[in-house]
């Protein structure tokens, strides 16, 4: 690929991304009970029937488990959007993130896709560390990994813990 098209790429996940933040709607934001069921649904979906690697225990409380005891995971729904990688028609309907900060700052995000038919299903997810960037989540199951990898050291291999 062209440098053009990456940075055409990069430039339409940023405003995409930034245009699906400004139309969430939070649990506590929110007059309307189906709205409000959608996300109750998503956070008591076992997280084996996103990822059949995963236990049968509901997606909230295995979110707050992989974060740690310090950690509070923010719900939100976001309205249906296409997805944001070029050339990509997954349509993401009736999505709700997860959002959490631990405490020595990584942060962590995960999408639920929610109204194809088929139940939640988990759509995308990001770990953001604030001295390394981002790195996505193609599987569920992914993310404990990714949150508690070490860190890298100056010289861009990994610190030992």
């Not at 062209?2 to 939070?26: F, H, P």
């Not at 409000?36 to 956070?43: G, H, N, P, S």
């Not at 950690?71 to 309205?79: F, L």
């Amino acid at each position: 690929m062209n440098r053009l098209a990456i940075l055409c790429l990069l430039c339409a996940s940023i405003l995409g991304a930034c245009s699906v933040a400004q139309v969430s709607v939070t649990t506590a934001e929110t007059d309307d009970p189906r709205l409000d069921d959608l996300i109750a649904q998503v956070k008591d979906t076992p997280v084996s029937r996103l990822d059949q690697k995963l236990p049968a225990v509901n997606l909230s409380d295995w979110l707050l488990a992989e974060a740690g005891p310090d950690a509070k995971v923010e719900w939100a729904y976001r309205p249906p959007h296409l997805g944001l990688e070029w050339g990509n028609p997954h349509f993401c309907s009736d999505c709700v993130e997860a959002d959490a900060t631990m405490w020595f700052g990584r942060r962590f995000s995960v999408l639920i896709a929610n109204g194809t038919g088929a139940g939640p299903t988990f759509y995308s997810g990001t770990v953001m560390t604030p001295k390394e960037g981002i790195d996505s989540i193609g599987q569920l199951r992914d993310l404990p990994r990714l949150l508690w990898k070490a860190p890298k050291n100056s010289s861009g291999t990994e610190a030992k813990r």
